[in-house]
């Protein structure tokens, strides 16, 4: 079974709007990472933030990490339509196992 | 640097064939996972090769099967197919297995009939 749930499942808001999508997972971890999946193609990799980090930034995109409540938030500020896709949290375990998340489809209304 | 490579990019079969994919990790790379794609059970991990060993594998039946050549090119097999072996396939590379960040190529698509 999977490792991550994320939530929620589906989110749209307005183009110059902040996404939030949240990330919970069940064991220990040594990083987990944020990817992007436009309609059915590849995964890019977002940001990775390792388990002894709080908060890391990149460009537009905030993570944070909770390892006490084993979940993780990435914030997408300002967004626009480009960023309309599927965002996947992953989480890579201390056992040495990688595991993605559910999902959470953006949608960006121009 | 060119970027992970898949063939085929789409590929329709019956169920009972088996069928064999290809990745191409980035240049330099060494580790390379495959990764199963569905509606239903979203992005599961297959397997991960570095070096040519099988370092982890995730829970499919053996009909799902891997390589890794010296060249750290990777080929999956899937024998005796099943309606439910449909999917996207994932190939990811990365530099040192797993804990770095991966690398995914645009996926092969899988229509089992």
């Known amino acids: 079974s999977q490792q991550g749930e994320e939530d929620p499942q589906a989110l749209s808001i307005q183009e110059g709007e902040n996404a939030t999508m949240n990330c919970s997972y069940k064991?220990?971890?040594?990083?987990l990472q944020w990817y992007r999946q436009n309609s059915g193609r590849g995964l890019v990799h977002l940001i990775l933030?390792?388990?002894?980090?709080r908060e890391k930034h990149s460009g537009r995109l905030r993570v944070t990490l909770d390892t006490s409540k084993k979940s993780s938030s990435l914030l997408i500020t300002a967004s626009r339509a480009a960023d309309t896709a599927s965002y996947f949290c992953?989480?890579?375990?201390?056992?040495?196992?990688?595991?993605f998340g559910t999902g959470t489809s953006l949608t960006v209304i121009p | 640097k060119a970027g992970v490579t898949q063939t085929p990019r789409y590929l329709i079969k019956t169920r009972g064939q088996q069928v064999t994919l290809s990745c191409s990790p980035i240049?330099?790379?060494?580790?390379v996972s495959w990764y199963q794609q569905t509606p239903g059970q979203g992005l599961q991990f297959l397997f991960e090769?570095?070096?040519?060993?099988?370092?982890n594998k995730g829970n499919f039946p053996g009909r799902f099967s891997g390589r890794q050549f010296s060249n750290s090119r990777s080929e999956m097999n899937v024998s005796t197919l099943e309606l439910g072996d449909s999917a996207l396939y994932l190939c990811?590379?990365?530099?040192?297995?797993?804990?770095?960040?991966?690398?995914f190529g645009p996926g092969t698509r899988l229509l089992v009939l």
């Open positions: 990811a590379s990365s530099l040192i297995p797993s804990e770095e960040t991966q690398y």
């Open positions: 240049s330099g790379h060494r580790s």
């Open positions: 064991t220990s971890i040594n990083n």
């Open positions: 090769y570095f070096s040519e060993t099988q370092r």
């Open positions: 992953a989480t890579f375990d201390t056992g040495n196992q990688f595991y």
């Open positions: 933030i390792r388990s002894n980090e």
